[in-house]
Protein backbone atom coordinates (compact mmCIF):
# COMPACT_ATOMS: atom_id res chain seq x y z
CA UNK A 1 0.00 0.00 0.00
CA UNK A 2 1.08 3.42 -0.83
CA UNK A 3 1.34 6.57 1.35
CA UNK A 4 -1.50 8.09 -0.35
CA UNK A 5 -3.74 5.04 0.64
CA UNK A 6 -3.32 6.47 4.32
CA UNK A 7 -4.00 9.87 3.44
CA UNK A 8 -7.34 8.60 1.99
CA UNK A 9 -7.76 6.31 4.95
CA UNK A 10 -7.73 9.84 7.05
CA UNK A 11 -10.02 12.15 5.27
CA UNK A 12 -9.00 12.52 1.67
CA UNK A 13 -8.89 15.73 0.76
CA UNK A 14 -10.66 17.34 3.86
CA UNK A 15 -10.75 20.29 5.98
CA UNK A 16 -7.20 20.13 7.00
CA UNK A 17 -5.50 19.90 2.87
CA UNK A 18 -8.42 23.00 1.86
CA UNK A 19 -7.23 25.40 4.95
CA UNK A 20 -3.40 24.23 4.90
CA UNK A 21 -3.68 24.89 1.01
CA UNK A 22 -5.27 27.79 1.30
CA UNK A 23 -2.53 29.00 4.03
CA UNK A 24 0.22 28.12 1.10
CA UNK A 25 -1.08 29.60 -1.52
CA UNK A 26 -2.03 33.23 -0.45
CA UNK A 27 1.64 34.15 0.37
CA UNK A 28 2.42 32.44 -3.52
CA UNK A 29 -0.35 35.23 -4.80
CA UNK A 30 1.37 37.81 -3.34
CA UNK A 31 4.58 36.67 -3.93
CA UNK A 32 3.69 37.64 -7.78
CA UNK A 33 4.00 40.87 -6.89
CA UNK A 34 7.32 40.86 -6.12
CA UNK A 35 8.34 38.86 -9.35
CA UNK A 36 6.97 41.82 -11.68
CA UNK A 37 6.91 45.00 -9.07
CA UNK A 38 9.76 46.59 -11.15
CA UNK A 39 7.37 46.89 -13.99
CA UNK A 40 5.98 50.00 -11.38
CA UNK A 41 8.80 50.65 -9.34
CA UNK A 42 11.54 51.35 -12.01
CA UNK A 43 8.98 52.68 -14.63
CA UNK A 44 10.84 55.17 -17.07
CA UNK A 45 8.56 57.97 -17.34
CA UNK A 46 8.96 60.65 -20.20
CA UNK A 47 11.81 62.88 -19.42
CA UNK A 48 14.56 65.36 -21.33
CA UNK A 49 17.26 67.30 -19.89
CA UNK A 50 17.15 70.03 -17.66
CA UNK A 51 17.82 73.68 -19.56
CA UNK A 52 20.16 75.68 -18.31
CA UNK A 53 19.63 77.99 -15.92
CA UNK A 54 18.41 81.04 -17.21
CA UNK A 55 15.30 82.67 -15.61
CA UNK A 56 15.08 85.81 -17.16
CA UNK A 57 15.17 84.08 -20.50
CA UNK A 58 12.28 81.51 -19.41
CA UNK A 59 10.27 84.63 -18.21
CA UNK A 60 10.26 86.53 -21.12
CA UNK A 61 9.82 83.30 -23.71
CA UNK A 62 7.72 81.35 -21.32
CA UNK A 63 8.72 77.85 -19.90
CA UNK A 64 7.51 75.89 -23.60
CA UNK A 65 9.31 78.89 -25.98
CA UNK A 66 12.61 78.33 -23.33
CA UNK A 67 12.45 74.08 -23.89
CA UNK A 68 12.05 73.91 -27.67
CA UNK A 69 15.36 76.54 -27.95
CA UNK A 70 17.26 74.51 -25.72
CA UNK A 71 16.27 70.56 -26.16
CA UNK A 72 16.12 69.22 -29.21
CA UNK A 73 13.12 67.22 -30.72
CA UNK A 74 13.53 63.70 -31.21
CA UNK A 75 12.00 62.13 -34.53
CA UNK A 76 8.49 61.36 -32.83
CA UNK A 77 8.25 65.12 -32.10
CA UNK A 78 9.13 64.75 -28.47
CA UNK A 79 11.92 66.58 -26.75
CA UNK A 80 15.09 64.17 -27.04
CA UNK A 81 15.72 62.62 -23.77
CA UNK A 82 19.28 62.07 -23.46
CA UNK A 83 20.78 65.69 -25.45
CA UNK A 84 20.30 69.17 -25.01
CA UNK A 85 21.51 72.02 -27.29
CA UNK A 86 25.19 73.87 -25.97
CA UNK A 87 23.39 77.03 -26.88
CA UNK A 88 19.80 78.42 -27.32
CA UNK A 89 18.80 77.79 -30.95
CA UNK A 90 16.05 80.61 -30.66
CA UNK A 91 15.60 80.36 -34.31
CA UNK A 92 13.47 76.92 -33.70
CA UNK A 93 10.83 79.40 -32.16
CA UNK A 94 10.10 80.54 -35.44
CA UNK A 95 7.15 78.32 -37.56
CA UNK A 96 8.58 75.35 -39.62
CA UNK A 97 11.74 76.80 -38.62
CA UNK A 98 15.05 73.99 -38.06
CA UNK A 99 18.02 74.18 -37.40
CA UNK A 100 21.12 71.64 -38.76
CA UNK A 101 24.84 70.64 -37.21
CA UNK A 102 23.88 72.40 -33.94
CA UNK A 103 26.18 71.79 -31.31
CA UNK A 104 24.69 69.38 -28.41
CA UNK A 105 25.42 67.65 -25.43
CA UNK A 106 24.39 65.35 -22.53
CA UNK A 107 22.28 66.35 -19.54
CA UNK A 108 24.91 68.07 -17.91
CA UNK A 109 22.62 69.35 -14.92
CA UNK A 110 19.74 66.71 -14.38
CA UNK A 111 16.65 65.71 -16.01
CA UNK A 112 13.54 66.66 -15.86
CA UNK A 113 10.63 64.07 -15.36
CA UNK A 114 6.86 63.75 -16.58
CA UNK A 115 5.03 63.02 -13.00
CA UNK A 116 1.95 62.73 -14.09
CA UNK A 117 1.61 58.94 -14.10
CA UNK A 118 4.72 57.47 -11.69
CA UNK A 119 5.29 60.62 -8.84
CA UNK A 120 8.43 58.51 -8.27
CA UNK A 121 10.05 55.09 -9.45
CA UNK A 122 13.69 53.98 -8.65
CA UNK A 123 14.86 55.11 -11.92
CA UNK A 124 13.73 59.11 -11.07
CA UNK A 125 15.26 58.66 -8.02
CA UNK A 126 18.99 57.88 -9.03
CA UNK A 127 18.36 59.15 -12.85
CA UNK A 128 18.76 55.42 -14.41
CA UNK A 129 18.37 56.66 -17.75
CA UNK A 130 20.71 57.61 -20.82
CA UNK A 131 23.96 56.37 -19.96
CA UNK A 132 22.91 55.04 -17.13
CA UNK A 133 20.23 52.85 -18.21
CA UNK A 134 21.25 49.46 -17.98
CA UNK A 135 21.27 49.86 -14.26
CA UNK A 136 17.92 49.67 -14.18
CA UNK A 137 18.31 46.54 -15.95
CA UNK A 138 20.77 45.77 -13.21
CA UNK A 139 18.47 45.98 -10.88
CA UNK A 140 16.50 43.04 -12.18
CA UNK A 141 19.22 41.38 -12.59
CA UNK A 142 20.18 41.30 -8.48
CA UNK A 143 16.62 40.05 -8.33
CA UNK A 144 16.92 37.25 -10.85
CA UNK A 145 20.37 36.46 -9.28
CA UNK A 146 18.93 36.18 -5.95
CA UNK A 147 16.16 33.61 -7.39
CA UNK A 148 18.85 31.46 -9.07
CA UNK A 149 20.80 31.63 -5.54
CA UNK A 150 17.44 30.61 -3.76
CA UNK A 151 16.94 27.83 -6.24
CA UNK A 152 20.25 26.00 -5.30
CA UNK A 153 20.08 27.02 -1.54
CA UNK A 154 16.76 26.23 -0.41
CA UNK A 155 16.25 22.99 -2.75
CA UNK A 156 19.01 21.75 -1.00
CA UNK A 157 17.97 22.69 2.85
CA UNK A 158 14.36 21.27 1.87
CA UNK A 159 15.74 17.93 1.81
CA UNK A 160 17.79 17.87 4.57
CA UNK A 161 15.74 20.11 7.50
CA UNK A 162 12.36 19.55 6.09
CA UNK A 163 10.30 21.36 3.77
CA UNK A 164 8.63 23.99 6.82
CA UNK A 165 11.96 25.48 7.89
CA UNK A 166 12.64 27.11 4.70
CA UNK A 167 9.38 28.30 4.29
CA UNK A 168 9.33 29.91 7.50
CA UNK A 169 12.68 31.75 7.15
CA UNK A 170 11.62 32.79 3.73
CA UNK A 171 8.85 34.37 4.63
CA UNK A 172 10.93 35.91 7.44
CA UNK A 173 13.24 37.15 4.93
CA UNK A 174 11.01 38.60 2.43
CA UNK A 175 9.21 40.96 4.92
CA UNK A 176 12.39 42.23 6.55
CA UNK A 177 14.06 42.68 3.38
CA UNK A 178 10.92 44.06 1.37
CA UNK A 179 10.67 46.83 3.79
CA UNK A 180 14.73 47.56 3.84
CA UNK A 181 14.89 47.99 -0.06
CA UNK A 182 11.58 50.92 0.95
CA UNK A 183 13.67 52.32 3.92
CA UNK A 184 17.41 52.65 2.45
CA UNK A 185 18.29 55.43 -0.35
CA UNK A 186 21.41 54.31 -1.44
CA UNK A 187 20.91 52.36 -4.57
CA UNK A 188 23.17 49.77 -3.98
CA UNK A 189 21.17 48.81 -1.24
CA UNK A 190 18.48 48.68 -3.02
CA UNK A 191 19.98 45.89 -5.70
CA UNK A 192 21.57 43.68 -2.37
CA UNK A 193 17.79 44.09 -0.66
CA UNK A 194 16.44 42.76 -4.10
CA UNK A 195 18.62 40.01 -4.00
CA UNK A 196 17.84 38.60 -0.94
CA UNK A 197 14.33 39.61 -1.67
CA UNK A 198 14.89 37.38 -4.86
CA UNK A 199 16.25 34.24 -2.92
CA UNK A 200 13.22 33.97 -1.05
CA UNK A 201 10.94 33.33 -4.06
CA UNK A 202 12.39 29.59 -4.58
CA UNK A 203 11.94 29.34 -1.03
CA UNK A 204 8.28 29.77 -0.87
CA UNK A 205 7.17 28.72 -4.22
CA UNK A 206 9.36 25.39 -4.08
CA UNK A 207 8.40 24.26 -0.34
CA UNK A 208 4.96 25.68 -0.57
CA UNK A 209 4.49 23.42 -3.39
CA UNK A 210 5.70 19.99 -1.75
CA UNK A 211 3.95 20.79 1.33
CA UNK A 212 0.61 21.01 -1.16
CA UNK A 213 1.55 18.27 -3.19
CA UNK A 214 3.01 16.18 -0.27
CA UNK A 215 -0.50 16.56 2.23
CA UNK A 216 -2.91 15.66 -0.91
CA UNK A 217 -4.03 12.64 -1.81
CA UNK A 218 -3.34 11.46 -5.20
CA UNK A 219 -7.08 12.73 -6.42
CA UNK A 220 -6.43 16.13 -5.62
CA UNK A 221 -2.76 17.09 -6.99
CA UNK A 222 -4.13 17.84 -10.18
CA UNK A 223 -6.46 20.96 -8.73
CA UNK A 224 -4.07 21.58 -5.65
CA UNK A 225 -1.31 22.42 -8.52
CA UNK A 226 -3.19 24.21 -10.86
CA UNK A 227 -4.56 26.62 -7.63
CA UNK A 228 -0.64 27.59 -7.26
CA UNK A 229 -1.23 28.62 -11.09
CA UNK A 230 -4.81 30.73 -10.32
CA UNK A 231 -3.03 32.31 -7.35
CA UNK A 232 0.00 33.93 -8.88
CA UNK A 233 -2.26 34.90 -11.51
CA UNK A 234 -4.80 37.06 -8.79
CA UNK A 235 -1.33 38.39 -7.74
CA UNK A 236 -0.24 40.16 -11.29
CA UNK A 237 -4.13 41.70 -10.83
CA UNK A 238 -3.69 42.21 -7.19
CA UNK A 239 -0.41 44.32 -8.62
CA UNK A 240 -2.09 46.13 -10.85
CA UNK A 241 -4.72 47.37 -8.29
CA UNK A 242 -2.44 48.29 -5.60
CA UNK A 243 0.07 49.94 -7.92
CA UNK A 244 -2.33 51.97 -9.60
CA UNK A 245 -3.98 53.24 -6.38
CA UNK A 246 -0.33 53.32 -4.55
CA UNK A 247 1.92 55.39 -7.19
CA UNK A 248 5.09 56.17 -5.13
CA UNK A 249 7.57 53.52 -5.45
CA UNK A 250 8.62 53.31 -1.60
CA UNK A 251 5.38 52.96 -0.53
CA UNK A 252 4.58 50.14 -2.96
CA UNK A 253 7.48 48.19 -2.51
CA UNK A 254 6.64 48.62 1.32
CA UNK A 255 3.20 47.42 1.06
CA UNK A 256 3.61 44.26 -0.66
CA UNK A 257 6.46 43.23 1.49
CA UNK A 258 4.15 44.08 4.77
CA UNK A 259 1.72 41.32 4.83
CA UNK A 260 4.66 38.52 4.51
CA UNK A 261 5.58 39.28 8.36
CA UNK A 262 1.59 38.00 9.09
CA UNK A 263 2.33 34.89 6.42
CA UNK A 264 5.45 34.10 9.04
CA UNK A 265 3.30 34.36 12.03
CA UNK A 266 0.79 32.02 11.19
CA UNK A 267 3.29 29.70 9.05
CA UNK A 268 4.19 28.20 12.38
CA UNK A 269 0.65 26.27 12.69
CA UNK A 270 1.45 24.53 9.36
CA UNK A 271 2.53 20.93 10.12
CA UNK A 272 6.34 19.70 8.84
CA UNK A 273 5.43 16.75 5.48
CA UNK A 274 5.15 13.68 6.70
CA UNK A 275 6.51 12.12 4.22
CA UNK A 276 9.78 13.38 4.66
CA UNK A 277 9.68 12.84 8.48
CA UNK A 278 9.14 9.22 7.63
CA UNK A 279 11.97 9.60 5.60
CA UNK A 280 14.23 10.63 7.51
CA UNK A 281 13.16 8.43 10.61
CA UNK A 282 11.40 11.16 12.73
CA UNK A 283 8.34 8.40 12.98
CA UNK A 284 7.14 9.77 16.09
CA UNK A 285 6.74 13.69 14.95
CA UNK A 286 4.99 11.89 11.59
CA UNK A 287 2.74 10.05 13.97
CA UNK A 288 1.71 13.48 15.58
CA UNK A 289 1.18 15.57 12.68
CA UNK A 290 -1.18 12.40 10.98
CA UNK A 291 -3.22 12.47 13.99
CA UNK A 292 -3.57 16.04 13.83
CA UNK A 293 -4.51 15.94 10.22
CA UNK A 294 -7.16 13.29 11.17
CA UNK A 295 -8.79 15.26 13.74
CA UNK A 296 -9.37 18.15 11.25
CA UNK A 297 -10.85 15.99 9.00
CA UNK A 298 -13.33 14.53 11.53
CA UNK A 299 -11.39 11.36 11.41
CA UNK A 300 -10.23 11.62 15.35
CA UNK A 301 -10.37 7.84 16.00
CA UNK A 302 -8.85 6.37 13.11
CA UNK A 303 -6.12 8.91 14.23
CA UNK A 304 -6.12 7.49 17.27
CA UNK A 305 -5.76 4.01 16.31
CA UNK A 306 -2.50 4.83 14.18
CA UNK A 307 0.77 3.33 15.55
CA UNK A 308 4.12 3.48 13.98
CA UNK A 309 3.64 -0.29 13.03
CA UNK A 310 0.61 0.72 11.09
CA UNK A 311 1.65 3.93 9.30
CA UNK A 312 5.00 1.59 8.10
CA UNK A 313 2.63 -1.03 6.76
CA UNK A 314 1.56 1.80 4.51
CA UNK A 315 5.22 2.68 3.90
CA UNK A 316 7.86 0.00 4.10
CA UNK A 317 7.95 -1.31 0.37
CA UNK A 318 8.27 2.57 -0.99
CA UNK A 319 10.78 3.53 2.01
CA UNK A 320 12.99 0.32 2.75
CA UNK A 321 15.57 1.28 0.48
CA UNK A 322 15.25 5.13 0.55
CA UNK A 323 18.07 7.48 2.16
CA UNK A 324 18.52 10.89 2.29
CA UNK A 325 19.82 12.35 -0.37
CA UNK A 326 22.72 15.07 0.08
CA UNK A 327 23.87 15.32 -3.43
CA UNK A 328 23.25 16.38 -6.84
CA UNK A 329 24.33 13.76 -8.61
CA UNK A 330 21.84 11.94 -7.47
CA UNK A 331 19.63 13.46 -9.83
CA UNK A 332 22.12 11.84 -12.93
CA UNK A 333 22.95 8.55 -11.25
CA UNK A 334 20.27 6.13 -12.13
CA UNK A 335 18.97 6.02 -15.62
CA UNK A 336 15.45 7.05 -15.14
CA UNK A 337 16.30 10.32 -12.73
CA UNK A 338 18.74 10.77 -15.41
CA UNK A 339 16.93 11.09 -17.92
CA UNK A 340 13.71 13.06 -16.53
CA UNK A 341 16.53 15.26 -15.29
CA UNK A 342 17.77 16.12 -18.86
CA UNK A 343 14.84 16.70 -19.80
CA UNK A 344 13.33 18.93 -17.49
CA UNK A 345 16.68 21.04 -17.54
CA UNK A 346 15.53 21.86 -21.15
CA UNK A 347 12.09 22.44 -20.21
CA UNK A 348 12.44 24.67 -17.20
CA UNK A 349 15.01 26.60 -18.94
CA UNK A 350 13.24 27.24 -21.95
CA UNK A 351 9.85 28.45 -20.56
CA UNK A 352 11.35 30.77 -18.24
CA UNK A 353 13.16 32.49 -20.72
CA UNK A 354 10.13 32.72 -22.50
CA UNK A 355 7.75 34.11 -20.16
CA UNK A 356 10.11 36.66 -18.22
CA UNK A 357 10.78 37.98 -22.13
CA UNK A 358 7.49 38.50 -22.47
CA UNK A 359 6.18 40.03 -19.51
CA UNK A 360 9.34 42.31 -17.47
CA UNK A 361 9.23 45.11 -20.29
CA UNK A 362 5.44 46.19 -20.31
CA UNK A 363 5.97 49.57 -21.58
CA UNK A 364 7.20 48.41 -25.11
CA UNK A 365 3.81 47.46 -26.07
CA UNK A 366 3.16 51.21 -25.66
CA UNK A 367 -0.26 51.20 -23.87
CA UNK A 368 -0.93 51.53 -20.44
CA UNK A 369 1.00 49.55 -18.00
CA UNK A 370 -1.34 49.01 -15.83
CA UNK A 371 -3.97 47.85 -18.36
CA UNK A 372 -0.98 45.60 -19.56
CA UNK A 373 -0.80 44.24 -16.32
CA UNK A 374 -3.99 43.18 -16.03
CA UNK A 375 -4.02 41.86 -19.72
CA UNK A 376 -1.46 39.69 -18.83
CA UNK A 377 -3.14 38.31 -15.71
CA UNK A 378 -6.36 38.26 -16.88
CA UNK A 379 -5.12 36.16 -20.22
CA UNK A 380 -4.18 33.24 -17.37
CA UNK A 381 -7.70 32.82 -16.22
CA UNK A 382 -8.72 30.83 -19.06
CA UNK A 383 -5.38 29.28 -20.35
CA UNK A 384 -5.38 27.56 -17.08
CA UNK A 385 -9.10 26.51 -16.79
CA UNK A 386 -7.94 24.63 -19.60
CA UNK A 387 -4.92 23.33 -18.57
CA UNK A 388 -6.71 22.30 -15.55
CA UNK A 389 -9.30 20.25 -17.78
CA UNK A 390 -6.70 18.48 -19.74
CA UNK A 391 -4.57 18.08 -16.81
CA UNK A 392 -7.27 15.66 -15.36
CA UNK A 393 -8.73 14.41 -17.89
CA UNK A 394 -5.37 14.05 -20.79
CA UNK A 395 -2.52 14.14 -18.73
CA UNK A 396 0.00 16.06 -17.68
CA UNK A 397 2.51 15.13 -20.41
CA UNK A 398 -0.02 16.56 -23.68
CA UNK A 399 -1.01 19.71 -21.56
CA UNK A 400 2.88 20.99 -21.13
CA UNK A 401 3.69 19.86 -24.38
CA UNK A 402 1.07 21.31 -26.16
CA UNK A 403 1.36 24.65 -24.51
CA UNK A 404 4.63 24.97 -24.68
CA UNK A 405 4.83 24.43 -28.41
CA UNK A 406 1.74 26.68 -28.82
CA UNK A 407 3.50 29.66 -26.99
CA UNK A 408 6.37 29.34 -29.31
CA UNK A 409 4.67 29.53 -32.35
CA UNK A 410 2.70 32.55 -31.07
CA UNK A 411 6.01 33.97 -29.92
CA UNK A 412 7.91 33.95 -33.46
CA UNK A 413 4.46 34.89 -35.49
CA UNK A 414 4.41 38.16 -33.33
CA UNK A 415 7.62 39.36 -35.65
CA UNK A 416 5.68 39.19 -38.61
CA UNK A 417 2.89 41.59 -36.99
CA UNK A 418 3.73 45.34 -38.23
CA UNK A 419 5.19 47.37 -35.58
CA UNK A 420 1.85 50.24 -35.81
CA UNK A 421 -0.53 47.50 -34.80
CA UNK A 422 0.19 47.70 -31.11
CA UNK A 423 -3.17 46.13 -29.72
CA UNK A 424 -2.74 43.02 -32.07
CA UNK A 425 0.78 42.69 -30.50
CA UNK A 426 0.15 42.64 -27.27
CA UNK A 427 -3.12 40.66 -27.50
CA UNK A 428 -0.39 38.01 -29.27
CA UNK A 429 1.65 38.52 -26.86
CA UNK A 430 -1.05 38.00 -24.18
CA UNK A 431 -2.24 35.03 -25.64
CA UNK A 432 1.56 33.40 -26.23
CA UNK A 433 2.27 34.70 -22.33
CA UNK A 434 -0.93 32.83 -20.91
CA UNK A 435 -0.15 29.55 -22.31
CA UNK A 436 3.60 30.02 -20.76
CA UNK A 437 2.12 30.76 -17.46
CA UNK A 438 -0.08 28.13 -17.78
CA UNK A 439 2.91 25.33 -18.84
CA UNK A 440 5.19 26.83 -15.57
CA UNK A 441 2.15 25.95 -13.31
CA UNK A 442 2.03 22.46 -14.89
CA UNK A 443 5.49 21.72 -14.89
CA UNK A 444 5.79 22.36 -11.40
CA UNK A 445 3.49 20.16 -9.97
CA UNK A 446 4.98 18.21 -12.98
CA UNK A 447 8.47 17.94 -11.57
CA UNK A 448 6.91 17.45 -8.25
CA UNK A 449 5.45 14.26 -8.93
CA UNK A 450 8.17 12.74 -11.69
CA UNK A 451 10.58 12.72 -8.50
CA UNK A 452 10.88 10.77 -5.83
CA UNK A 453 10.12 12.49 -1.89
CA UNK A 454 14.07 11.63 -1.06
CA UNK A 455 15.22 13.92 -3.54
CA UNK A 456 11.64 15.86 -4.56
CA UNK A 457 13.01 19.50 -3.52
CA UNK A 458 16.54 19.09 -4.94
CA UNK A 459 15.44 17.90 -7.96
CA UNK A 460 12.81 20.89 -7.79
CA UNK A 461 15.94 23.34 -6.83
CA UNK A 462 17.72 22.18 -9.49
CA UNK A 463 15.25 22.56 -12.47
CA UNK A 464 14.38 25.44 -10.60
CA UNK A 465 18.07 27.15 -11.32
CA UNK A 466 17.43 26.17 -14.85
CA UNK A 467 14.38 28.31 -14.73
CA UNK A 468 16.47 31.16 -13.07
CA UNK A 469 19.32 30.77 -15.77
CA UNK A 470 16.14 31.38 -18.47
CA UNK A 471 15.54 34.86 -16.28
CA UNK A 472 18.50 35.77 -16.44
CA UNK A 473 19.08 35.26 -20.51
CA UNK A 474 15.93 36.87 -21.32
CA UNK A 475 16.90 40.63 -20.83
CA UNK A 476 20.42 39.44 -22.71
CA UNK A 477 18.59 38.32 -25.58
CA UNK A 478 16.27 41.35 -25.52
CA UNK A 479 19.29 43.84 -26.41
CA UNK A 480 19.99 41.59 -29.05
CA UNK A 481 17.04 43.09 -30.65
CA UNK A 482 19.09 46.53 -30.97
CA UNK A 483 21.03 44.46 -33.96
CA UNK A 484 18.14 42.51 -35.61
CA UNK A 485 14.45 42.61 -34.50
CA UNK A 486 14.08 39.23 -35.74
CA UNK A 487 16.53 37.74 -32.84
CA UNK A 488 14.58 38.20 -29.76
CA UNK A 489 11.17 36.51 -30.71
CA UNK A 490 13.26 33.60 -32.63
CA UNK A 491 15.28 33.45 -29.38
CA UNK A 492 12.33 33.22 -27.13
CA UNK A 493 9.70 31.33 -29.43
CA UNK A 494 12.62 28.14 -30.69
CA UNK A 495 14.02 27.03 -27.46
CA UNK A 496 9.82 26.86 -26.36
CA UNK A 497 9.14 24.61 -29.14
CA UNK A 498 12.15 22.41 -28.36
CA UNK A 499 10.80 21.78 -24.68
CA UNK A 500 7.39 20.93 -26.00
CA UNK A 501 9.04 18.07 -27.98
CA UNK A 502 11.18 17.16 -24.79
CA UNK A 503 8.29 16.93 -23.01
CA UNK A 504 7.89 14.04 -24.43
CA UNK A 505 10.18 11.99 -23.27
CA UNK A 506 8.92 11.66 -19.95
CA UNK A 507 6.75 9.78 -18.28
CA UNK A 508 3.09 10.34 -17.23
CA UNK A 509 2.13 10.87 -13.90
CA UNK A 510 -1.94 11.29 -14.27
CA UNK A 511 -3.50 9.38 -11.47
CA UNK A 512 -0.67 7.69 -11.03
CA UNK A 513 1.21 7.98 -6.82
CA UNK A 514 4.35 9.16 -5.76
CA UNK A 515 7.07 7.56 -6.17
CA UNK A 516 8.92 7.79 -2.12
CA UNK A 517 12.50 6.24 -3.13
CA UNK A 518 14.92 6.41 -6.49
CA UNK A 519 15.02 3.17 -5.89
CA UNK A 520 11.50 2.66 -6.32
CA UNK A 521 11.34 5.01 -9.13
CA UNK A 522 13.90 2.85 -10.56
CA UNK A 523 11.88 -0.47 -9.95
CA UNK A 524 8.61 0.69 -11.53
CA UNK A 525 10.16 2.02 -14.60
CA UNK A 526 11.85 -1.45 -15.21
CA UNK A 527 8.66 -2.88 -14.74
CA UNK A 528 6.52 -0.75 -16.85
CA UNK A 529 9.74 -1.71 -19.83
CA UNK A 530 8.89 -5.59 -18.56
CA UNK A 531 5.11 -5.05 -19.51
CA UNK A 532 5.46 -3.48 -22.70
CA UNK A 533 8.28 -5.71 -23.79
CA UNK A 534 5.54 -8.95 -23.21
CA UNK A 535 2.74 -6.26 -24.74
CA UNK A 536 5.08 -6.62 -27.94
CA UNK A 537 5.98 -10.23 -27.72
CA UNK A 538 1.91 -11.04 -27.06
CA UNK A 539 1.38 -9.38 -30.43
CA UNK A 540 3.72 -11.07 -32.25
CA UNK A 541 2.30 -14.20 -30.55
CA UNK A 542 -1.32 -13.39 -31.75
CA UNK A 543 -0.05 -12.66 -35.38
CA UNK A 544 1.66 -15.89 -35.60
CA UNK A 545 -1.32 -17.85 -34.08
CA UNK A 546 -3.18 -15.95 -37.13
CA UNK A 547 -0.98 -16.87 -39.83
CA UNK A 548 0.75 -13.02 -40.29
CA UNK A 549 4.32 -12.45 -40.32
CA UNK A 550 4.90 -9.60 -37.86
CA UNK A 551 7.29 -8.20 -40.80
CA UNK A 552 4.59 -8.29 -43.27
CA UNK A 553 2.23 -6.69 -40.81
CA UNK A 554 4.52 -3.93 -40.70
CA UNK A 555 4.52 -3.54 -44.30
Known amino acids: MAFTDLLDALGGVGRFQLVSTALLLLPCSLLACHNFLQNFTAAVPPHHCQSPANHSAAAVYGSGAWLRATVPLHPLGLPEPCRRFTRPQWALLSPNASVEGAATEGCKDGWVYDRSVFPSTIVTEWDLVC ?45 VSGA ?10 YCFCRFLMGMTFSGIILNSLSLVVEWMPTRGRTVAGIL ?5 TSGQLILAGVAYLIRPWRWLQFAVSVPFLIFFLYSWWLPESSRWLLLHGKTQVALKNLRKVAAMNGRKEEGERLTKEVVSSYIQSEFAAGRPSNSVLDLFRTPAIRKVTCCLMVVWFSNSLAYYGLAMDLQKFGLSVYLVQVLFGVIDIPAMLVATTTMIYVGR ?18 MFVPEDMQSLRTAQAALGKGCLASSFICVYLFTGELYPTEIRQMGMGFASVNARLGGLAAPLLTMLGEFSAVLPPVGFGAPSILAGLAVCFLAETRDVPLVETIEAMERRVRERLSRNDAAEKGEEVSLQQLGVSPLKETI
Open 131 to 175: EARTLRDLAQSAYMAGVLAGAAVFGSLADRLGRKAPLVWSYLQLA
Open 228 to 232: LGYSF
Open 397 to 414: RATVASFLILAGLMVISN
Open 180 to 189: ATAYFSSFGT
